[in-house]
């Protein structure tokens, strides 16, 4: 019964309000005095499978009271035996933006591995009472600023001053966002416009730009037809089918102007904006399947900085079913005559002579008359056609500039070694 | 993937983006970019309509696993029955050649008369050219006491044939456009 999954939503919620809830789902019979319950005490607590235990121990944590069951599948609350006496402290201070000193009001300061937290009011001040003296770790933490935290000793009945200054932290939401015709900053989009940076890019060891945005981007679907270098015949899909007959692809403009992902150099790409509600209208009818916008990648100005990557790959073919060899086929032959009503081709001597991989091969019991022969030896016709491959890219980079200019200069060599078509079923 | 098959596969690119501020409201962007790709292939690879992969390939996955790939005297077997040789294909066949290169360029020139206000001229030419050889060659595969010869998968000698394509695509694309954008909010 303790691990019955409850779906539990306390939002200050009394506590013997709570523990009635918790009861009626786990259909647990709770018994307990009024008196043995702090009665102002309010209860917050989301939880979707929780178990009955879990959720008991975190409603009554700071009660005073303890669950003792009986046999019969009840449950007492009694009263907590006063334990020794906690000797407690209290942290307070400051919390302030890093140069400036500017108080950082509401930002949240927090005693790790406890429940005792406080916010900062409009001076930036705090204070956290009844904490356990001995060391523990604060810390403190505000949107827009990189978290910070230190350790400190708590003394019984002291104060203990711990101020923070924190560093402001560039968040996601100032990114800028290729759109139509233009950039905006990502706080400010309200569109269906998904974006992914060059890092994805390059976190994987991928050859082919179409690859490369494979599963990356929200809404975007790439699938592959074939596994040849060269023509993976890549299939692009932004707005689903539109067209019984017609191509689904959308528009892709690289740096502006509409071209072709296959050829192009993932390594090159700054980022990609794929445009799926109405702002893709602004490129008129070549958008009806959606915009992918594709930038590359600028000059950092500055000293030349070189960056050099490569990346070497086995290629192997996966998802190959078994097949059988001389010897299970020639049984399988003669299962399929015998329920044939046929007499097996294969006697006992014949198969003898497969197990054992015979070279001399006879005139076929059946269709010999034809010049066909039977044979006893076995053919892996894969491991005679397949091997495996082997594939290397280097990618070469210069970026730099002066006060005026800046440039970006990119080489790439893609060179798959000994391949050749890998079977996908359509 | 394929032993025997030609190994001359590979595709190169090279980029130079340029950027120059003429002044703080005039920049020019310039991008130039080659892409080539070689890629060369087993030769007249054919597939069925419920696979796109080619028939060599389906006979490597399905071949008699009592056939052998030579005869007594070292000449392809002749699979008999209908089936094919996938090592022969592989091995006799001609070489397939694919090549496609690229060179795009990119000029845009950016004016900013007012601040927030960007005036926008660019230009793009995308020249390809694509230069495809695929020939499909005859191969001849023996029983096994060579007692007679059979073409048979790839071609018959009375049927071979060479595909030829060339191309040759220019894109020549020119924007203008002007575009705004309101001076950063600053909040309270």
């Known amino acids: 019964m303790l691990r019955r999954p409850l779906s539990l939503a306390f939002d200050s919620t009394p506590l013997k309000q709570a523990l009635a809830e918790i009861s009626r789902q786990a259909g647990l019979s709770l018994v307990y005095a009024d008196d043995v319950l702090p009665a102002a005490t309010l209860v917050n607590l989301r939880a979707d499978h929780i178990a009955v235990a879990a959720a008991l121990m975190d409603v009554l944590l700071d009660a005073g009271v303890d669950v003792v069951f009986t046999r019969d599948g009840r449950a007492t609350l009694v009263k907590r035996p006063p334990g020794p006496a906690v000797q407690l402290g209290s942290i307070a201070g400051t919390v302030t933006a890093a140069g400036g000193g500017t108080p950082l009001p509401r930002a949240t300061i927090t005693v790790t591995g406890t429940r005792l937290t406080a916010e900062a009011d409009a001076a930036g001040r705090y204070s956290i009472s009844s904490v356990p003296v001995g060391t523990h770790r604060v810390r403190a933490r505000m949107l827009g600023y990189a978290a910070a935290d230190t350790s400190v000793v708590v003394e019984e009945g002291k104060e203990?001053?711990?101020?923070?200054?924190?560093?402001?932290?560039a968040i996601e939401l100032e990114a800028v966002v290729a759109v139509g015709y233009g950039e905006k900053r990502r706080e400010?989009?309200?569109g269906a416009v998904a974006s992914i940076g060059s890092e994805p890019l390059e976190s994987r060891p991928i050859?082919?730009?179409?690859?490369?945005i494979q599963g990356v981007i929200p809404g975007v679907v790439v699938e592959r037809s074939g596994g040849q270098p060269g023509v993976e015949d890549f299939s692009l899909d932004l707005r689903g089918a539109s067209s019984t007959n017609g191509g689904n692809s959308p528009l892709v403009l690289i740096d502006g102007v509409p071209g072709k992902l296959e050829l192009l150099n993932p390594a090159d790409i700054e980022t990609i904006s794929v445009l799926k509600d109405a702002a893709a209208s602004?490129?008129?009818?070549r958008a009806a399947d959606g915009v992918l916008l594709v930038t590359t990648k600028k000059g950092t100005r500055g000293a030349t900085r070189f960056t050099y990557s490569t990346n070497a790959a086995i290629t192997k073919l996966t998802g190959m079913?078994?097949?059988?060899?001389?010897y299970q086929m020639a049984i399988m032959d003669n299962e399929a005559n015998i329920h044939n009503g046929a007499a097996p081709m294969y006697t006992p001597d014949l198969l003898n002579r497969v197990r054992i991989g015979d070279p001399t091969?006879?005139?076929?019991p059946i269709y010999g008359s034809s010049g066909r022969m039977l044979f006893f030896t076995n053919t892996d016709w894969r491991k005679a056609v397949f091997e495996n491959g082997f594939e290397r890219k280097h990618t070469l980079t210069a970026s730099g500039g002066g006060q005026n200019s800046s440039y970006y200069l990119s080489g790439d060599l893609f060179r798959p070694g000994r391949r050749d078509s890998i079977c996908q079923r359509q | 993937m394929i032993r025997y098959a030609n190994d001359n596969n590979r595709r190169y690119n090279l980029r130079l983006n340029y950027d120059y501020d003429f002044s703080r409201r005039i920049r020019l962007e310039s991008k130039l970019s080659l892409e080539n790709q070689d890629r060369s292939d087993i030769g007249g690879l054919s597939h069925g309509a419920w696979c796109s992969c080619p028939w060599l390939v389906v006979e490597a996955i399905f071949g008699m696993p009592n056939h052998p790939v030579y005869t007594r005297s070292g000449q392809h077997f002749f699979a008999q029955g209908g089936w094919g040789n996938a090592v022969a294909q592989a091995k006799e066949a001609a070489t397939a050649t694919f090549a496609a290169r690229g060179v795009n360029t990119n000029f845009k020139l950016i004016v900013e008369p007012l601040d927030g206000l960007k005036l926008n001229l660019q230009s793009g030419i995308n020249y390809r050219t694509d230069d495809n050889t695929d020939i499909g060659k005859s191969s001849p595969l023996y029983r096994w006491d060579d007692s007679s010869i059979a073409y048979y998968s790839i071609a018959n000698p009375d049927q071979n044939w060479v595909d030829r394509y060339n191309a040759t695509t220019r894109h020549r694309n020119y924007v203008g456009y002007a575009c705004g954008a309101p001076r950063k909010l600053v909040h309270g």
Do not use: E, S
């Not at chain 1, 001053?161 to 402001?168: E, G, I, N, S, T």
């Not at chain 1, 602004?282 to 009818?285: K, R, T």
């Open chain 1, 207 to 212: 050859t082919n730009t179409l690859a490369a």
């Open chain 1, 160 to 169: 203990t001053v711990v101020d923070f200054q924190l560093k402001a932290q």
């Open chain 1, 188 to 190: 400010n989009l309200t």
């Open chain 1, 361 to 364: 091969p006879i005139p076929h």
């Open chain 1, 282 to 285: 602004i490129y008129g009818a």
């Open chain 1, 321 to 326: 079913m078994d097949t059988p060899n001389n």
